[in-house]
């Protein structure tokens, strides 16, 4: 059913339907209109403004439902909002966006950037396996700390430097070189509680 109704002096057209929910066009007043639909206590569903082309849907609760497909395209950009947590899920894998929070669950995850920038107050890592290649590496820490079982490390040429002190502590200690040992100090000290033991062919003392 279609009827014009009249307020201030301006005609609106208004179709309802047997549910009550009910269409109205309406004009600005600037020679332009839009049409919305409204529920049957007047309460605002749909709005499209075709001047400036956005159509806006209002509801409490909205549902799309694609039996196969569902696209969304923008030609400029995508926003998502919600007050209590954003959901994305496809099989097993899962997003979860929770305020001050971001959720991933996936049995395997794949990255591909030509950088990547991690900002945290705290960062964690839990693995079996960490494998790490690159061409460069470089850490800068204020302190660092590792606690291993075993540690193995395999490299061509390694240089050390250290300011001030660099203490090693070990239940025993052994240093196996296939060439030459040196050891250069300004002062040298080797000092064994128990017994202490020099064994070579020739051995020289300036």
Do not use: H
Not at 29 to 41: K, L, M, N, W
Not at 83 to 95: F, K, M
């Amino acid at each position: 059913m279609r009827d014009l109704v009249k307020q201030g002096g301006k005609e609106r057209a208004r179709a309802a339907v047997p549910s009550g929910v009910w269409l109205e066009e309406r004009a600005d007043g600037c020679g332009s209109s839009r049409v919305e639909v409204r529920a049957p206590d007047g309460a605002l569903l749909a709005e499209y403004r075709p001047a400036e082309g956005v159509l806006r849907l209002s509801a409490p609760r909205v549902e799309i439902d694609a039996a196969e497909d569902l696209r969304l395209s923008a030609g400029r950009s995508v926003r998502v909002d919600a007050p209590r947590g954003v959901t994305l899920r496809s099989g097993d894998t899962n997003v979860a966006l929770r305020p001050g929070a971001l959720g991933l669950l996936a049995e395997e995850l794949d990255a591909s950037a030509s950088r990547i920038t991690w900002t945290a107050k705290t960062m964690r890592v839990a693995a079996d396996t960490i494998e790490t290649e690159a061409r460069r590496l470089t850490q800068r820490v204020a302190e660092m700390e590792t606690q291993a079982q075993q540690i193995v490390e395999r490299c061509r040429e390694s240089f050390r430097e250290v300011e001030e002190l660099a203490q090693t502590r070990a239940g025993r200690l052994r240093l196996v070189a296939e060439d030459t040992l040196r050891a250069l100090g300004r002062r040298t000290l080797f000092k064994a509680r128990e017994d202490m033991q020099l064994r070579g062919e020739r051995i020289y003392l300036d």
